[in-house]
C-alpha cells in the first residue's frame, strides 16, 4: 500500500511510438488536502476510487488505497468532486525492467506531458529513455490534485 514512484516532464512525443497501450482517463477529487486526496477515475469503462496520503519529504513514497468501482459509480461520484478535473490519454512505455506511464494532459492543461515510473524501493535503479526529461518528483504543483485547482495554462498568469 506503500507507493513508492518518481515523476518526469517529458521532452519529445518519441514515446507514442514505443507505447503498447494508451488509455483515456477523466478523474477527479473529492478531497484534495495535502495530507489525503480522494480521487474518482474513470478509464475507459472502469471506475476507480483511491485514497492517497501525504507524501514523504522527498515526495517519492506515500500511501495509496485503490478499488476497482462500476462506470455508473464512477460517473455519479465525479458530480461531486471539486471544481476542477483531469482529462489525458494515459500511454504505458516498457523501458527495460520498468512500464513508464507518460500522461499527456488536455483541457487545461493541455501542453502539459509527464512521466511516472513506479519502483520497488526507494534506491532502485530505472533506465532513462531519450525522451525522458526533468525529474520533478515531490513537487506539488505536478499532482494531479493541484493540476485539477491551479491548471498549467495558468502558470504563466
Known amino acids: 500500500m506503500i507507493e513508492i514512484e518518481r515523476k518526469f516532464l517529458v521532452n519529445s ?3 507514442k511510438k514505443e507505447a503498447f497501450r494508451q488509455t483515456r482517463i477523466v478523474q477527479g477529487f ?7 486526496t480522494i480521487r474518482v477515475r474513470l478509464r475507459e ?9 501525504l507524501s514523504d ?22 458530480k461531486l468532486c471539486e471544481k476542477g478535473y ?3 490519454v494515459r ?18 492543461n493541455e501542453g502539459l506531458i ?19 526529461g526533468e525529474e520533478v518528483t515531490g513537487d506539488l504543483k505536478y499532482y494531479n490534485s493541484q493540476l ?7 502558470w504563466n498568469q
Open 114 to 132: 509527464l512521466a511516472e515510473v513506479e519502483l520497488k524501493n526507494t534506491t532502485e535503479t530505472h533506465k532513462k529513455p531519450d525522451w525522458l
Open 148 to 154: 485539477s485547482k491551479q491548471p498549467f495554462n495558468t
Open 45 to 53: 469503462n472502469t471506475g476507480y476510487l483511491t485514497v492517497k496520503g
Open 57 to 78: 519529504q522527498k515526495g517519492l513514497t506515500r500511501f495509496e488505497w485503490e478499488t476497482e468501482i462500476s462506470k455508473q459509480d464512477a460517473e455519479n461520484l465525479l
Open 30 to 36: 473529492l478531497n484534495s488536502h495535502k495530507e489525503r
Open 13 to 15: 512525443t518519441d514515446f
Open 91 to 108: 500511454y504505458e512505455i516498457k523501458v527495460g525492467d520498468h512500464i513508464f506511464e507518460v500522461d499527456e494532459f488536455f483541457g487545461d
Open 86 to 88: 483531469i482529462d489525458k
